[in-house]
């Protein structure tokens, strides 16, 4: 185990942290607030631990799979316990455990949260904790691969690591390249809202905290009422970069280098992403017509619910809690199903499941044709055994962890409901489910012991379970030199 390297990665995550803190310090000096203190102080320790770490001589940059998997889940663990400090401090918080759920849940995009009122918040923590979900949205290690470089041959390791989807590749030949292109389209998209939003009537502190938290597919907000305080043209501008944030990050550079037939008219899983969200806003809508004043209406209301559900940001503009069981059915559906492979959203992904509806259909198609030989396709390609391998390991163990979860955070003697969803909503990093953690309730109720399993949910429905089960597997910590040298000539194949 190349234990150097990690902490030179953890060192480099922490510095990273330090720079990013310093933004509610900036927000704090502008708007006169003592919390900006709490941050300078936290920005300062760790720029400090993070050179100390940094500074230790490092045995060899080229590193393995397993490295790559320990440093992701490692420095997504530090990056939440140090960014939960300042926010602890201020007092904004009744205990440390808090800050942590709700710093955990901006990295990871979920956005849940355990405030009854987000409103008494300063406006620099407020502001912090939307930037989480930008910072944490296309991935911490992606930015720092962008920007400080390890060995090439080895950053794709971390790419796959903190990457989601059932497959991850290169849009260019260097991992480097590919991290730079993907934070400069997820960049220009940030920018564009911020503008919009600036357009249809905000400041610039809404608009910016809003769009971290749109373009992260986050959720946190300013106010109690999410989104519904806004105005229809704001609201309208949500749902679009919603769902633009909920394809693949894949699609914009194959439209960039003009090859929009592959980007859109080939790609399978934008189709069906979108034929999805569609059909359900439209189903929804018919379902809940009756309390709104048309169609059209219903159908803005229940596309907010979908977009935000399916891209996992967790707004809200409607209690949709007390909507028909056949809605809400439709919005659990999309809450498991999730936005596309390669994506801020989390989820399951399209693109898994139709991986495993593929895998399931040729099963029935041996079974009546033994001798037939059939292959999983998506966009015309082949999918490698391998990859339809793993997204069926994907499924077990991601059902296996969700009835686990559900069991032990069920002490609590919440309903069955609120527990299914807190589950699901969290391990989706969705945010808000249903019951009591519902678009107008929160997760303060809860135990510490089922704050703990919720947040072990969010950092393992973020990194897609391995990283973060790799801690686990004694066999991660210590390799035979034959699998080494085996995995060493793996990564020179592949590059």
């Not at 590193?63 to 990056?79: D, H, K, P, Q, T």
């Not at 953690?437 to 379970?465: A, H, Q, Y």
């Amino acid at each position: 185990m190349n234990f150097s390297v990690i902490h030179y990665i953890l060192g480099t995550v922490l510095c990273c942290e330090g720079a990013f803190l310093l933004a509610p310090v900036a927000v704090a000096v502008y708007y006169a607030e003592t919390a900006g203190y709490y941050y300078a102080a936290a920005a300062a320790v760790c720029f400090f631990v993070g050179l100390l770490l940094r500074l230790r001589h490092i045995k060899s940059k080229v590193f393995y799979s397993r490295e790559g998997f320990l440093a992701v889940a490692f420095s997504w663990i530090l990056l939440s316990m140090a960014g939960a400090v300042p926010m602890y401090l201020t007092g904004e918080y009744l205990s440390y455990i808090d800050a942590l759920f709700d710093t955990i849940s901006g990295f990871t995009t979920t956005g849940a949260s355990v405030l009854p009122s987000v409103e008494e918040l300063s406006r620099a923590t407020a502001f912090w904790r939307c930037f989480t979900h930008w910072s944490g949205g296309m991935g911490v290690l992606v930015f720092i691969m962008a920007v400080l470089p390890l060995s090439g041959s080895s950053n794709m390791h971390l790419m796959r690591a903190e990457s989601p989807g059932p497959s991850v590749g290169k849009l260019v030949p260097k991992v480097r390249q590919t991290a730079v292109i993907l934070y400069k389209i997820y960049l220009v998209i940030t920018v564009l809202q911020v503008v919009l939003l600036l357009a249809a009537g905000m400041t610039l502190y809404e608009a910016l905290t809003l769009s971290f938290s749109t373009v992260g597919t986050g959720g946190f907000a300013l106010l109690n009422t999410s989104i519904a305080s806004y105005s229809r043209a704001v609201q309208v501008i949500i749902i679009i970069f919603m769902l633009l944030c909920a394809l693949n990050f894949n699609t914009y550079y194959l439209l960039l280098i003009r090859r929009p037939k592959e980007a859109l008219l080939h790609n399978a899983e934008v189709k069906w992403f979108l034929i999805i969200v569609f059909a359900a806003a439209a189903a929804i809508a018919v379902d809940i017509r009756g309390g709104f004043s048309g169609f059209l209406e219903a159908f803005h209301v229940s596309m907010f619910q979908v977009a935000t559900l399916v891209s996992s940001t967790g707004f809200a503009t409607a209690d949709y809690n007390l909507w028909p069981e056949f809605s809400k059915t439709i919005l659990v559906l999309l809450m498991f199903m999730g936005a596309c492979a390669g994506s801020t959203g989390g989820g399951f992904k399209v693109s898994r499941l139709m991986i495993v509806a593929g895998a399931a259909k040729n099963e029935l198609l041996n079974m009546m044709h033994p001798r037939s030989i059939q292959q999983v396709q998506m966009n015309g390609r082949r999918v490698p055994d391998t990859v339809v391998k793993t997204a069926l390991c994907y499924m077990t163990m991601y059902v296996f962890i969700v009835l686990g979860s559900v069991l032990l955070i069920s002490i609590d003697n919440f309903d069955m409901t609120t527990n299914f969803t807190a589950v699901l909503a969290t391990m989706n990093n969705i945010g808000p489910g249903l019951g009591a953690v519902g678009p107008t309730g929160n997760f303060g109720g809860f135990s510490v012991f089922s704050k703990i399993i919720l947040m072990c949910d969010m950092l393992i429905g973020r990194l897609e379970l391995f990283p973060v089960l790799a801690l686990f597997a004694p066999g991660v910590w210590r390799l035979p030199a034959r699998r080494i040298r085996k995995e060493f000539r793996k990564l020179d194949e592949e590059e």
